[in-house]
Structure formats: C-alpha cells, structure tokens
C-alpha cells in the first residue's frame, strides 16, 4: 500500500515537473534553443572526429590509422648546431612536440653546489684510498662547474626540456617499420627514444598541437643546447621577401628566396637539354619584374618573345636586316675614381677583334691595333681624361681609316681583314651607331637570326653594351645569358663574361648563366670562377657523362648525384650557400602559358585557343546541363503542384499556403 502510495505520489511528482517542463519548453529562450538546435546537430568536430579511439599497450588505433608516440630519455653530450635535421626531415612525417621550461637559477645553483660537494668528495675519498678516480665522476664534475661558472656570470639561463615523437601509419606493420626507422636515426644522433606503452593516449596527446606536455619526461639544458634544437634546419629555404622559386621536394615548403639577399646576386643554371633551365629563368625573371627588378636577357633560341610582349617589354632582333645597332665603340661616361674608362673600353675592343678575327691576331698585330685604337678616339677629340669622354665615339669605319694612314704593314693587313665588317658581305653590323636602349624595364635580345659565325661577336657586342649602361645608372637588375656556351667557347669571351660576374655586386646587377654544356663550361677556368663567383646555384636534370665533374665541382652527395640523374622535368637542386634543396619548379597555368616552349601548348595557343580553354568549356557544357536539369524540374513540380490544386479536396489542405503566415 504504501509502497503504491510512494509510487502515486512519485507519478504525480513526474508529471508535474513534466508540466512544468512544457511551460518552460512555452517560453523557451533564443539562447537555449539556439544551443538546443546545435546540439542535435552536426558540426564541424563530428564530420572530422573518428568513429572511435582504440588504446592499445603501445599504439592508438584512431579511425582507420594507427599513430605511436615514442619519448626522448637519453641525449647525447655534445651537440651542435641543427643536429636535429635528420629527424626534423625523416622520409616520413612525423609529429614532433619539444617543451622548454625555464628554470629559476636559485635553486639550480643550489642543487649544484650540492651535487659539486658530494662529487668532489667521492674523488677525494678515492684517492685517499689509492683508488683509481672514475674518469665518468670527473668529466660530471667538469660540466657542473662549468655550468655553475656560467649561470653565477648570467651567461647561461637554465631549462627543462621534453622531446616527444609521433609516427602515424596506415597499418600496423608499417607502424613498426616507420618507428624502427625513427629509433635508428634518433639512435645515430645518440638520443635514446622510449614507447610511451600503457599511456599512449596522453603521448598522442603531448603531440598535438595544444601546448600540452601530459608526459612531462624533460632533461635540463642550459640555454647554448637548447638554441641547437630549433628546428631551423639547412633543407627550408623560406624567407620573407623574394620570390617563389618552386616547391621544397624534401617536406613541400616553398622556397621562397631573394638572390640580393647574398653575398653576390649571381646564378649559373646547370641542366642537360630539356630539363627546364629556359623555363626556370623565365619564371625568375617574370616574377622578380614584378617586384621591381628590372630585366635583361640575351636570347639565342627566340624563346622569350612571347614574354617580352606579354609584359610590354622590348625585343630586340638583332640580326642585318632588322635595323637594330649597337656601335662597340660606345663608352659609359662614368667616371670611378681610379679607373681609366677610356683604357677599359680598349681592352675590350681589343677582346671584340680577337674575336671577329677568330683570334688569329699575332702580338705585334695587337700592338698596331692598339695604337690605332687610341688615335681614333683621339681624332674624336676622347682622352683619358673623363671630361672629353662625353664627345661623340668613333665608328668602325672610323678605326679602318685610321689603320689605312697608318704607315705599318701589319696595320694594312689588318684593315684588310675589316674590311668585310665595313664595305663587305657583313656590313652595316657592327659600324653603325648605335639605335638601341635600354629604356625598358624588361628587354631580350635575340640573336638567333643571325649566322653561327657571328652569334658569338654578337653576343659578346650586347653584353659589352649593356655592361656599358649599367655602369651608368645603378638599378637592381637581373642579367639572363641563357646558352652561355656561345660565350664560354672562346677563351676572351669566356674572361668578359668572368669579368661580369666578378663585378656584378658593385652594380646591382645578379648575372644569371644557362648552360647545358656543363662539362665543356666546368673545364675552363673562366667556367670555373664564374661557379665560384655566384652565390645560388641550380641544377636540374644532369647527363651521366657529366655527373662527374658536376659532383665533383659541387661536392654532391650520393643521394644528389642520384636525384641528378634520375630527376623529372623543372627538378633538381637549389644550392644558396650552405644550403642544398632539392627542388620542383612549378608555374600557374598563366605563366605556363606565357613561358612553355612544349611545341604542343604553342600550336594550341597559335590556334586561338587558350590551353584552359578545354576545361572551361568542360565546365560550361556541366553548368549549361545543371541549369537545364534545373528548368526541367521546376517545370516538373509546376505541373504537379498545378494539377494538385485543381483536383477536389476534402481535407482542406492548401499545398501553398502562404497566406496563413
Ligand atoms: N617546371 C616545369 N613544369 C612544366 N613544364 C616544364 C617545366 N620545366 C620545363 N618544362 C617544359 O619542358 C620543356 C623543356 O624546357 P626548357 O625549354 O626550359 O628546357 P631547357 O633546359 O632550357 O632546354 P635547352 O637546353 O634545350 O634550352 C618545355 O616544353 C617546357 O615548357
Ligand atoms: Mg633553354
């Protein structure tokens, strides 16, 4: 009975607070029900949270990956800088957390003293007892003085360090595989690495990032250690300013780096043909214009003409029939303190006819010549003397007269072999004055019209008379010799092109050398310096034949000769210093478009057709479908909801009652 009563009394208890829950439920706030509604409902922790976590002894299973975490208990005694990259850039990916936690120096100190005290006399009691001192008591007791020394002068601070790995894995085979690996090359480093069995959870824990050390397994170390375990290592090459050079093939950083950054901004590129040299300066030079950097390339295949136009630059054809023409004879007119300009000029030009005489030029011929070269530009009123050399320069034609009235055999027979630069088969060339500048922020010359013979003298010609205006005003520039070898085949053009690159800093000017014949190029010694004189430099894609020397010139490890040899199109190493990265060049579609020499995207572009413009019209054909779909099934539910409303109803329902809101 009673019992019945409690119940009765219990029912109705219930059913007045459930009645009172209604009239609470009347007069719900937007607040809780706004909480009610998100609690019934998916966000975004329940799309991406596993199903479930499975604690196992010496992993979790969480969803469908097995992740293990192993602590750091040992490390070695000596470390140095960055001894951590092996780690920090394992094959796998790995979580690693490191906790630092300051200690105050007081009680370290005094910890110290005790610990020097007890030490001391342990190796004062043996050798009262004619026992052999433990060398391991010495070298603790040598550390902890040292250490005190430094924390008593402030040098170092004190800290507590904790180092947690975690490997994540498909299965759990390949679990034990990657965490043999791991423990071996923590094992090489002498750091000893434990499983963190029976409290995996709170391991897995320490490692994600919430600055939560659930482990609390540190060492102590003083502050010189604990700056070796930044995880700066030498494979990330991301700094603040510069430009997008490609993607980082070692852990998919970008490398991000600005060549004025070094001690020299210059560049030699190194790649067997087709390896993607040509489309790596171009996307330099394209993305370096548009931080300000002006540009200038030298262009022997006609391959940068689509960019030139692209970015409103200038092309420059120089070949007999285009007009365009530069006169070697032209002189900077700025005067540097201590530098004879006029005598600079000379030697040059003397470079310009070894070379237009394919260096059958004997000494006593060199000598004739030199004198004649001085009295033209005297003729023109142009000395030593700065002042006059703002005058008008002389002309070839002006140089051949001179060596007519010239009363030595060799002059004569030297004016003989100009002859064909002046009145011959090669005329109006090089004896004109000169019609070009260098007033665009990007220009390319090409000189791909013109005969092999003269390519060279050409080449050497342009590169005098843009070396000539960049001593004139000081911008940052970039200077692209792509095909160097043109050049580095003469020993005298091969010295200039050193000249420049040795140079080049005092000016702004990044000198950036293309070859693909890096064995011939690595055998002068001009080829050589050049290497030695640029700051960054870039391999790409290597020929077994040359492998060689390249390794040899750039002190390749195994794993970079391998990834040399076998490396796909736009991949190699970017070398900045002392850093080696190894690289993948990639451009957006734009740029793909603006810098491709693949023949097949060119037809395509030569067609009209733009190279997305198959996937665009993929596109249009979806969204064109969708909307039909869409006209279909608005139609569709018209005619049933038509139908609907003139069918008799007996229940009164009205299908589209928006009148009753
Ligand atoms: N990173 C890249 N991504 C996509 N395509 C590339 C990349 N690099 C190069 N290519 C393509 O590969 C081809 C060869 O490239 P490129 O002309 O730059 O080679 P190269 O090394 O300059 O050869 P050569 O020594 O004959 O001048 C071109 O069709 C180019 O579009
Ligand atoms: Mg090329």
Do not use: C
């Amino acid at each position: 009975m009673i019992n019945l009563f409690k119940k009765k009394e219990k029912e109705q208890t219930k059913s007045i607070v459930l009645n009172q829950e209604k009239e609470q439920d009347n007069n719900i706030s937007p607040e809780s029900a706004k909480e009610m509604l998100a609690k019934g409902m998916l966000d975004s922790i329940d799309i991406i949270a596993p199903s479930a976590i499975q604690v196992e002894f010496d992993y979790l299973q969480i969803g469908g990956r097995y992740v293990r975490t192993l602590f750091v208990s040992g490390y070695p005694r000596f470390v140095s800088a960055n001894w951590l990259a092996p780690l920090i850039n394992f094959d796998n990916s790995l979580d690693l957390s490191m906790f630092y936690y300051p200690v105050s120096s007081k009680g370290v100190l005094d910890d110290l003293r005790r610990k020097i005290a007890e030490m001391e006399a342990t190796i004062n009691s043996d050798t009262e007892h004619g026992k052999v001192v433990d060398p391991g008591v010495k070298a603790a007791l040598e550390d902890a003085k040292s250490l005190q020394d430094q924390l008593v002068k402030g040098v170092e601070r004190f800290f507590q360090f904790s180092f947690y790995i975690t490997i994540g894995a498909d299965t759990l085979e390949e679990l034990n595989s990657i965490t043999k690996r791991v423990e071996a090359t923590a094992g090489s480093l002498l750091l000893i690495t434990k499983h963190a069995s029976l409290q995996m959870e709170q391991a897995f824990q320490s490692t994600i990032p919430y600055s939560l050390d659930k482990l609390m397994i540190t060492r102590n170390m003083d502050t010189t250690s604990l700056a070796t375990t930044f995880p700066f290592t030498s494979s990330e090459l991301t700094s603040t300013t510069g430009i997008l050079y490609g993607m980082n093939m070692h852990n998919g950083s970008l490398i991000i780096f600005d060549r004025f950054s070094m001690e020299n901004a210059n560049t030699v590129v190194f790649a067997k043909s087709g390896a993607g040299k040509s489309y790596l300066v171009k996307l330099e030079a394209l993305r370096s214009l548009m931080f300000g950097t002006e540009v200038i390339i030298i262009d022997p295949e006609n391959e940068y003409e689509r960019l030139a136009n692209a970015v409103g630059g200038e092309y420059v054809n120089f070949s007999p029939t285009s007009g365009v023409k530069i006169n070697p004879f032209d002189i900077s007119g700025v005067y540097e303190e201590g530098v004879n300009e006029l005598g600079l000029k000379i030697l040059s030009l003397h470079t310009l006819f070894k070379i237009l005489f394919n260096h059958e030029i004997s000494n006593s011929e060199e000598a004739v010549l030199d004198k004649a070269l001085v009295a033209t530009y005297k003729l023109k009123g142009i000395t030593a003397d700065p002042s006059t050399q703002g005058k008008e320069p002389p002309l070839m034609e002006d140089l051949y007269k001179m060596l007519l009235t010239m009363e030595e055999e060799e002059a004569h027979a030297l004016a003989e072999r100009m002859e064909r630069y002046i009145k011959g088969s090669l005329a109006r060339i090089f004896d004109q004055r000169t019609n070009v500048n260098l007033n665009n922020s990007f220009t390319v010359f090409s000189v791909r019209d013109l005969e092999d013979q003269l390519r060279p003298i050409a080449i050497f010609l342009i590169l005098d008379y843009i070396w000539t205006r960049i001593k004139k005003d000081l911008k940052k520039r970039i200077l692209i010799v792509d095909e160097a070898w043109y050049l580095m085949k003469y020993p005298d053009s091969a010295q200039f092109m050193y000249g420049i690159a040795k140079r080049a800093r005092k000016y702004y000017l990044g000198l950036t050398t293309v070859t693909q014949d890096v064995q011939d190029f690595l055998d002068t010694d001009h080829g050589k310096a050049i290497v030695t004189n640029s700051s960054i430099q870039i391999l790409l894609k290597q020929h077994p034949a040359a492998i060689g020397s390249v390794s040899e010139v750039f002190y390749l490890s195994q794993g970079e000769k391998r990834l040399l040899l076998s490396a796909g199109i736009g991949e190699g190493i970017f070398f900045a210093g002392t850093n080696h990265v190894a690289i993948k060049v990639v451009a957006s579609e734009e740029e793909h478009q603006l810098i491709t020499t693949n023949p097949e995207d060119i037809l395509k572009m030569e067609k009209g057709e733009s190279l997305k413009k198959d996937e665009i019209d993929k596109k249009e054909q979806i969204r064109n479908l969708l909307k039909e779909e869409q006209e279909r099934l608005k139609k569709e539910m018209k005619e049933q909801r038509d139908k609907v409303q003139e069918a008799p109803t007996d229940t009164g329902l009205v299908l589209d009652d928006t009148s009753n809101n």
